[in-house]
């Protein structure tokens, strides 16, 4: 049983309490989170239905075992911050159409992450998706940029330029040797500037993003680089497109 | 939620760069409970990786982190490896953080009930396995001897709108947060048609929403 089968937003707004409260799973989750990408409404309940919740999380409120601090900090000590770059790895391809419309559909495909917003859904083979995608996804401005190489490897870029971040979707890159990195770089004017730096999970698919402004930007292309990254691309670009 | 500062623990560890020193400077020149020790002006210091401001977040939220993934996870020493996962999360993320994620807190309670459910319904065969772990009830926390008079002031706010619900809103309410069940588990366990459930738990938001005060 599914409701979304009917498809007003009365239906559909219906679920933020069960998706604030993490009960959802399988398809429900997947066309719930693309339900999210164009309602603005529905984003807000959300939103608030998770502010409640962790109000809720007052009444459970329980000390840990003492050394949980140490062991928390310590750890913390040594490792490193998620920033700029992010890479996450999925667990399943996708496939997102030349078109808004089509890759909006898709979003319940591009199924993403085991990142921070990472939900293992059960049921379903095992996929994974990420709310913090299916965000960016949600930005009115988002446009994908198909990036094309001329070896028949491609990549997708989904832009959002009012959020300054864009995310990398690929598993036709492979694998990159440990001391070398994929770069993308943000083509304009003045040139190529590194926008990111990532490189493909442990199943060989690219799902990166990072916080960029590409204002000035006319074309995204990716290179390999030295994981530390470079100046300037050392090697022929693979994949390319128009911004 | 109250801010317990441990003070003394920011003094043991060594600092990093000038927000660091910047931030203790401030603290020091500023009443424990001054306004920058707020949980979303630390999250904001630890995305520029200041380890004091994550030591000082880490006191403010642990124990409701802890707490919910408890309620929902159970074993402590899972609870304790989930509770730990989630900090380390936290920090590791905080670059990426944004008030439109919603508060700090929230951001924070959001990645901890998650990571809570992830570990319960990958661990479900398993689980279902071993009778004794199988737990069908609402967690009905245990009281904290330790906890400051604020945090069981929030606390009673808390049981008191939880209480303002209709007896099936709040079962619902409560089997999804505080015993991680998914819909049609809550569904299940209460015997009642999945619709009804969905309409349930966001009506009961909706109610707890409206008393608690509650802004995204």
């Known amino acids: 049983m599914s409701l979304f089968d009917e498809p007003d937003d009365v239906d559909v707004t219906g679920w933020a309490g069960l998706y604030a409260l993490d009960a959802l799973e399988g398809d429900d989750l997947i066309r719930f989170e693309a339900a999210l990408v164009d309602n603005d409404e529905l984003r807000i309940e959300v939103a608030e239905f998770r502010a409640t919740a962790a109000e809720l999380s007052v009444a459970s409120a329980e000390e840990p075992p003492p050394h949980l601090r140490a062991n928390v900090l310590d750890a913390v000590a040594s490792t490193r911050q998620h920033s700029p770059v992010v890479d996450m790895a999925a667990r399943r391809g996708a496939r997102l159409g030349g078109v808004r419309s089509s890759w909006m559909a898709a979003a319940a495909a591009l199924i993403v992450v085991a990142g921070v917003f990472g939900y293992i859904v059960r049921g379903d083979g095992g996929t994974t998706t990420s709310s913090e995608v299916a965000a960016l996804l949600a930005q009115p401005d988002a446009r994908l940029v198909p990036l094309t190489g001329s070896d028949g490897r491609s990549a997708q870029v989904v832009v959002s330029p009012s959020k300054q971040r864009l995310v990398v979707v690929s598993d036709q890159l492979g694998a990159v040797p440990d001391d070398k990195a994929y770069a993308l770089w943000a083509i304009g004017d003045q040139g190529p500037v590194l926008a990111g730096l990532f490189r493909p999970g442990t199943d060989g698919r690219v799902e990166s993003q990072v916080d960029v402004d590409l204002s000035g930007a006319q074309q995204l292309g990716v290179t390999v680089e030295p994981k530390g990254g470079s100046d300037q691309p050392t090697t022929p670009i693979l994949v390319s497109g128009a911004v | ?216």
């Open chain 2, 1 to 216: 939620m109250s801010r317990r500062l441990r003070m003394s623990h920011m003094d043991q560890l060594r600092s990093h760069d000038g927000d660091v020193l910047d931030l203790r400077q401030r603290l020091r020149g500023v009443p424990a409970l001054a306004a920058d020790t707020s949980p979303d002006a630390l999250l904001v210091a630890i995305a520029r990786g200041d380890r004091e401001a994550f030591t000082l977040f880490y006191d403010q939220v642990i124990g409701r982190v802890y707490g919910v993934v408890r309620s929902v996870v159970r074993d402590p020493a899972q609870s304790e490896e989930v509770a730990q996962d989630v900090m380390l999360e936290l920090w590791r993320v905080a670059p990426r953080y944004e008030p439109a994620m919603g508060k700090a807190t929230t951001w924070t309670l959001t990645i901890a009930h998650r990571r809570a459910v992830d570990r319960v319904r990958s661990a479900q065969a398993s689980r279902e396995r071993d009778t004794r772990h199988v737990e069908m009830s609402p967690v009905e926390p245990a009281p904290d001897a330790a906890a400051s008079v604020e945090i069981q002031l929030d606390r009673e706010r808390v049981h008191r709108a939880l209480a303002e619900l209709t007896p099936s809103q709040r079962e619902s309410v409560e089997l999804a947060y505080f015993g991680g069940h998914s819909h049609s588990e809550v569904a299940a366990l209460l015997g009642l048609p999945l619709g009804t459930v969905k309409t349930r738990i966001r009506d009961g938001l909706i109610r707890l929403r409206d008393r608690l005060e509650v802004t995204a």
